[in-house]
């Protein structure tokens, strides 16, 4: 085995150069380099933790705005709603109104439209009386040759009607 | 190869040579083939921390690689030692990025390129002997600093009764001191045995198809489909092996530190 053939030849040697290089790895790379490494995962592991609870924290605002807005939307809705709610029924009074009111004309058209209707009955009954009166004067004097009075002709003739 | 052809020398890809061909001497500043590929090795982490070292706010792939790497051993340590593993990531992280490089670089295949030899640096106990050492060196410091004395209590457990007491302290203490040597002898052992059966199947291979035979050529079509397995399988021994050091070491760390 060389290794144990050579070992008083190289050991010095071997040991010389193993100490060199393990020498410049730890000032070099184990001291200079590893370090500054470990820095900047430590430092991107911050920043993400930090990054990540900033988003949260964002996230948190955001569902609290939409809350909000959410709310305000219903308060917008309710109150939209009571307008139209009164819009409605002031918009119901006033029909009523306006039909009470044209009802109220319409009744006393017809009111007065009975009326003079009433009037030109009575009118055309007294008419009717006075022609009857006439012809019955007119019967008499033609069937018996008396004349009667106008009065007397009347007077018969309202006493048939009132029975008749 | 340094026998004849046809003969089959596993070991040959751990000899340690002189680059530019000189002769070992035993001195320290030798530069060998071994360092060379401590080097290349080396090279590799820096060219791979490089990569990852944007610092970007959204990582690009290489950096996000870079940062998993780092961040699966600080969790590490963290994990195993506790708030005050932060202190031990830098040594953690300095050995498990060299074995686990070291490891892959070992496995490259580079030897298509003529004259070049990959070299498994890990399977040197030199090599894996001494970061186990320095381990435990640091186990052993920061134990007594924090503890002075009462770092001996980590070898008696909690409740354990009068007559027992020596015979477990003695037998915690053989597990303490054992611990630098399976820590060296696993990761060394593991690529070792590895690189030595690559190698022997790989040299099945070659000599099946020199022989010209069909019991050659079946013989190599079954060794290379084994070695396309084994090779997978190396490369999660590669990866293991480095995360097995690491997380052992945080763990004697912790023992020190923490005190059970």
């Known amino acids: ?164 | 190869m340094a026998a004849e052809a046809g003969k089959i020398d596993p070991m040959h890809q751990f000899q340690i040579d002189a680059v530019g061909g000189g002769a070992l001497d035993g001195t320290p500043f030798v530069f060998t083939n071994s360092a060379l590929w401590m080097l290349v090795v080396l090279s590799a982490i820096f060219l791979f921390m490089w990569g990852g070292m944007k610092r970007e706010l959204v990582p690009g792939r290489w950096q996000a690689a870079v940062e998993s790497f780092v961040e699966f051993v600080s969790g590490m340590t963290l994990s195993s030692i506790g708030s005050e593993g932060r202190k031990y990531t830098p040594w953690i992280f300095t050995i498990f990025i060299f074995i686990i490089f070291s490891n892959f670089m070992g496995m490259m295949p580079l030897a298509i390129i003529p004259g070049l030899h990959p070299f498994t640096v890990t399977s040197q106990f030199t090599i894996t002997g001494l970061m186990a050492i320095m381990s435990f060196s640091i186990v052993l410091i920061v134990g007594f600093w924090k503890h002075g004395f009462h770092f001996f209590t980590l070898f008696l457990p909690h409740g354990t009764p009068a007559p027992l007491m020596p015979l477990i302290f003695l037998v915690e203490l053989i597990s303490f001191l054992v611990r630098p040597f399976s820590l060296a002898l696993r990761l060394f052992v593991a690529m070792i045995a590895g690189h030595i059966l690559l190698e022997v199947f790989g040299n099945f291979i070659v000599n099946g198809l020199n022989s010209g035979s069909a019991l050659g050529y079946g013989v190599s079509l079954i060794s290379f489909v084994f070695i396309v397995g084994v090779n997978a399988l190396e490369l999660l021994v590669c990866a293991i092996q480095a995360y097995v050091f690491a997380l052992l070491a945080s763990l004697y760390i912790n023992d020190a530190v923490n005190l059970h």
Do not use: H
């Open chain 1, 1 to 164: 085995m060389p290794q144990l053939n050579q070992l008083m030849l190289v050991y010095q040697s071997q040991w010389f150069w193993l100490l060199l290089c393990l020498a410049v790895i730890y000032i070099v790379v184990g001291r200079g380099m590893v370090p500054k490494i470990e820095k900047v995962v430590d430092d991107r592991n911050d920043r993400i933790a930090a990054d990540l609870s900033q988003a949260e924290k964002a996230r948190a605002a955001a569902d609290e705005a939409e809350e909000r807005a959410r709310l305000a939307e219903e308060d917008a809705r309710s109150a939209a709603l009571s307008v139209t709610a009164e819009a409605k029924s002031s918009a119901a009074k006033d029909t009523e109104a306006l039909l009470a009111k044209a009802d109220a004309e319409i009744g006393e058209k017809v009111a007065a439209a009975e009326a003079s209707l009433a009037e030109a009955r009575t009118k055309a009954l007294e008419s009717l009386e006075s022609v009857a009166a006439e012809a019955a004067r007119d019967v008499v004097a033609k069937v018996s040759g008396v004349n009667v009075s106008a009065d007397q002709a009347a007077s018969s003739v309202k006493a048939v009607l009132a029975n008749g």
